[in-house]
């Protein structure tokens, strides 16, 4: 019997997250958005509004607990960002060193800026915002018949966001790094775990095909702190290991453990 690869079920994952967002705001049962428990958004309006936005709150903190726990899930499972990157393959590229640190830098200017402006500055051009946007104004055309600019608007600046910009996610996005922030806290962890005993390369066998494969560029056999906090679980090391040697397994990492490595 053929396995089926993950990433053909994070794809579907994906789109039924989507889906269900859709159909929840088309027939009006007030789940919102994904917006509505966006952590970088939260700060934004707490910031904007010089008020804690009360409402946003437990789904932003189950949204955290989620990301203290499994990483950076949400950037390859659930965000419609990795969505469109998948259906129109325009796969980002990946950065590192001081490039890597610069969506620090956006969340901080973002979450500033929001301040001092009095609305939330980044929901302006986030592609998750915009994504959600565009599929809106679509079910707006469908019912009242009332196309707005934004129709054109909001998927070009995404193409630009993908494309023009193909180190969107590893490089700007700020919804990333805060997710990254949170995974560094010391604890219990669900994350990704390479079986040595059945790894080719611990066997001095040449392989690599996890590393080769890895969207976010990850030398996924040598493990550490970049490993850990860069991983998205999208699963494609899993899918090309030959061995099968990748699965999902309890991390307790320590502060102390963290540092030196």
């Not at 600019?149 to 700007?172: D, G, M, N, Q, Y």
């Amino acid at each position: 019997m053929k396995r089926i690869k993950f990433s053909k079920i994070r794809y579907y994952v994906l789109m039924a997250a989507i889906i269900a967002v859709v159909l929840a705001d088309a027939g009006d049962f007030g789940l919102g958005t994904f917006c509505g428990m966006c952590p970088v958004g939260f700060l934004e309006v707490w910031a904007a509004s010089k008020n804690v936005p009360w409402g946003m709150l437990s789904a932003v903190l189950i949204f955290l607990v989620a990301a203290y726990i499994l990483g950076r899930v949400f950037c390859s499972w659930f965000c419609p960002t990795a969505f469109t990157v998948k259906t129109f393959n325009t796969a980002p590229k990946t950065v590192s060193g001081r490039a890597g640190s610069f969506s620090y830098a956006v969340l901080g200017v973002s979450v500033a800026a929001s301040f001092f402006a009095g609305f939330p500055v980044f929901c302006l051009i986030c592609p998750i915002g915009l994504f959600f946007g565009f599929i809106f104004a679509v079910l707006k055309v469908t019912h009242v018949f009332e196309p707005g600019i934004t129709l054109l608007v909001f998927p070009l600046i995404i193409i630009a966001e993908l494309i023009l910009f193909r180190k969107w996610c590893s490089a700007v996005c700020p919804v990333s790094a805060l997710i990254t922030l949170v995974s560094r806290i010391p604890g219990v962890k669900l994350r990704l775990r390479v079986n040595r005993e059945t790894c080719l390369l611990s066997q001095e066998t040449p392989c690599g095909l996890c590393s080769e494969n890895c969207s976010e560029k990850i030398k996924v056999t040598e493990g550490g702190k970049h490993f850990f906090e860069k991983c998205t679980s999208c699963m494609e090391c899993a899918d090309n290991c030959p061995t099968k040697s990748i699965s999902f397994a309890v991390n307790r990492k320590k502060a102390a453990e963290n540092r030196r490595r």
